[in-house]
Protein backbone atom coordinates (compact mmCIF):
# COMPACT_ATOMS: atom_id res chain seq x y z
CA UNK A 1 0.00 0.00 0.00
CA UNK A 2 1.63 3.10 -1.00
CA UNK A 3 2.19 5.27 1.86
CA UNK A 4 0.10 8.25 -0.27
CA UNK A 5 -3.66 8.20 -0.61
CA UNK A 6 -4.87 10.13 -4.42
CA UNK A 7 -8.39 11.24 -4.65
CA UNK A 8 -8.71 8.79 -7.48
CA UNK A 9 -6.87 5.79 -6.20
CA UNK A 10 -8.35 3.65 -9.23
CA UNK A 11 -7.87 5.81 -11.87
CA UNK A 12 -4.78 7.04 -10.65
CA UNK A 13 -3.17 3.44 -9.66
CA UNK A 14 -4.05 2.74 -13.09
CA UNK A 15 -2.60 5.04 -14.95
CA UNK A 16 0.85 4.79 -12.76
CA UNK A 17 0.94 1.61 -13.31
CA UNK A 18 0.29 1.49 -16.71
CA UNK A 19 2.96 3.98 -17.58
CA UNK A 20 5.44 1.94 -15.04
CA UNK A 21 4.22 -0.57 -17.58
CA UNK A 22 4.62 1.16 -20.69
CA UNK A 23 8.13 2.50 -19.53
CA UNK A 24 9.26 -1.35 -18.61
CA UNK A 25 8.41 -2.72 -21.30
CA UNK A 26 9.85 0.23 -23.82
CA UNK A 27 12.99 0.10 -21.43
CA UNK A 28 13.17 -3.41 -22.13
CA UNK A 29 13.17 -3.25 -25.88
CA UNK A 30 15.72 -0.62 -25.75
CA UNK A 31 17.69 -2.78 -23.87
CA UNK A 32 17.16 -5.85 -25.84
CA UNK A 33 17.88 -3.33 -28.94
CA UNK A 34 20.86 -1.98 -27.77
CA UNK A 35 22.36 -5.59 -27.12
CA UNK A 36 21.15 -6.97 -30.29
CA UNK A 37 23.38 -3.99 -32.10
CA UNK A 38 26.58 -4.92 -29.96
CA UNK A 39 26.20 -8.55 -30.55
CA UNK A 40 25.74 -7.27 -34.15
CA UNK A 41 28.44 -5.29 -34.00
CA UNK A 42 31.11 -7.66 -32.54
CA UNK A 43 29.81 -10.27 -35.27
CA UNK A 44 31.05 -7.93 -37.97
CA UNK A 45 33.96 -7.29 -36.01
CA UNK A 46 34.56 -11.13 -35.80
CA UNK A 47 33.82 -11.34 -39.91
CA UNK A 48 36.38 -8.33 -40.35
CA UNK A 49 39.23 -10.21 -38.57
CA UNK A 50 38.41 -12.98 -40.21
CA UNK A 51 38.21 -11.98 -43.88
CA UNK A 52 41.21 -9.52 -43.59
CA UNK A 53 43.10 -13.08 -41.98
CA UNK A 54 42.35 -15.18 -44.80
CA UNK A 55 43.07 -11.84 -47.69
CA UNK A 56 46.50 -11.97 -46.13
CA UNK A 57 47.26 -15.89 -45.75
CA UNK A 58 46.14 -16.07 -49.78
CA UNK A 59 48.44 -12.83 -50.32
CA UNK A 60 50.94 -14.91 -48.31
CA UNK A 61 50.34 -18.21 -50.33
CA UNK A 62 50.18 -15.84 -53.69
CA UNK A 63 53.52 -14.50 -53.02
CA UNK A 64 55.23 -17.77 -51.53
CA UNK A 65 53.93 -19.42 -55.50
CA UNK A 66 55.28 -16.52 -57.07
CA UNK A 67 58.40 -16.94 -55.96
CA UNK A 68 58.95 -20.51 -56.55
CA UNK A 69 57.30 -20.44 -60.09
CA UNK A 70 59.13 -16.84 -61.14
CA UNK A 71 62.43 -16.89 -63.01
CA UNK A 72 65.21 -15.28 -60.73
CA UNK A 73 65.67 -11.46 -62.16
Known sequence: MPAFKSRQPD??????????????????IAARLDQETVVEAAA???????????????????????GEFDPPA
Open 44 to 66: RSMHAIHFDHVRNQVAALAARLR
Open 11 to 28: AGCRDTKLGLILAHKSLG
